[in-house]
């Protein structure tokens, strides 16, 4: 039934034809569609993707806070800006000159091996850094 067509006749009795666009289902569509994006919009930001180690203590959540990522391959980056190994130090003293809370967010993979995280704590206090807080992913809670 791809279209219809309705005849009518007038009292002379000629017949004319009248064509009508059924909306109803272009609106159904267009509304499915919408509500699709929508969902799947904030879905689509994707980050660097690392294996973090669980907690079972509870995130923070600070507005425009510095993370210092260390992929399982010792690659560093700086809020989703890679960083050569040897300038990650000046990148840091950069990166906290004009703040007042010099607090380093580091989000290192599980795989890593301890001396690789400690290193790039280490730098990070040269760096000038106070305060360096671990990103965890929260633990499954047991009942």
Do not use: C
Request: zero cysteines.
């Amino acid at each position: 039934m791809a279209g219809f067509r309705i005849e009518r006749s007038d009292s002379r009795g000629v017949s004319s034809t009248l064509a009508e666009i059924n909306i109803i289902p272009l609106v159904d569509v267009v509304l499915v569609l919408l509500l699709i994006f929508m969902l799947t919009a904030p879905m689509m930001y994707r980050g660097i993707d690392v294996n973090l180690p669980k907690s079972s203590g509870k995130p923070t959540a600070i507005e425009e806070r510095l993370v210092l990522t260390i992929t399982r391959d010792r690659g560093f980056f700086l809020n989703e800006r890679q960083v050569a190994s040897g300038a990650l130090e000046g990148r840091l003293r950069d990166a906290f000159r004009n703040r007042p809370d010099k607090v380093l967010y580091l989000k290192a993979d599980a795989g890593l091996a301890y001396g690789a995280v400690v290193e790039a704590m280490d730098r990070a206090r040269r760096a000038g850094i106070e305060r360096i807080g671990m990103v965890t992913e929260p633990a499954a809670r047991e009942r």
